[in-house]
């Protein structure tokens, strides 16, 4: 596939976009998230749920609201910063930047800390100079935030780790690949 890829991107001589999600595709959110929760109540968490999109699901944790915003004021300074790479993700993003592609981090990841992802990819060597946040709808976790952003950037690949992302997006011909964490 890459090299098909490659093909038309030699064929047409313009920079073609991937545009990849992060959390769940490129860096470990549930890792980040177990510990940011031990750095923040001095407690080892372990796996319940593996199987869990969200991490409080995986791990079992129910916040009050108190320790829901002690829990969020350690994450919004360490969390979107420090989270590790999975295996392979950087050399896959290295690989495609060498072949020419711009590659472009498309996240629901609220827009405060677009600067706080980007010094992560720095830290880690990932190609990747470009972050846009689409947020997400809190009454109806069905939308699919990110839909505008890849029907604007006509990416010709997607990767994203939700399903969801995928829905309803028209007027592109993008390949859509689903990381299934599972």
């Not at 300074?77 to 060498?98: F, I, N, R, V």
């Not at 935030?145 to 890849?150: L, Q, T, V």
């Not at 950037?153 to 390949?175: E, G, M």
Request: net charge negative; hydrophobic share 35%; with cysteine.
């Amino acid at each position: 596939m890459i090299q098909d890829i490659t093909n038309s991107l030699t064929n047409t001589n313009q920079k073609l976009i991937i545009a990849l999600d992060c959390d769940g595709v490129l860096l470990d959110y549930h890792t980040t998230f177990a510990q940011i929760y031990e750095k923040t109540f001095r407690k080892q968490l372990t796996i319940v749920s593996p199987n869990s999109y969200h991490a409080r699901d995986m791990y079992g944790v129910q916040f009050t609201d108190e320790e829901k915003i002690e829990f969020n004021k350690i994450w919004d300074e360490y969390g979107w910063k420090t989270m590790p790479m999975y295996d392979g993700s950087l050399q896959a993003c290295l690989l495609l930047h060498q072949a020419g592609y711009e590659l472009v981090c498309v996240t629901a990841m609220p827009p405060q800390f677009v600067e706080h992802r980007l010094e992560n990819f720095r830290l880690h060597g990932f190609p990747i100079d470009k972050v846009i946040s689409s947020g997400y709808d809190k009454d109806n976790f069905n939308n699919n935030p990110k839909r505008k952003i890849i029907e604007d950037l006509h990416p010709i690949v997607f990767v994203d780790d939700l399903r969801r992302n995928f829905k309803d997006i028209q007027q592109v011909h993008t390949k859509f690949i689903f990381i299934d964490n599972q």
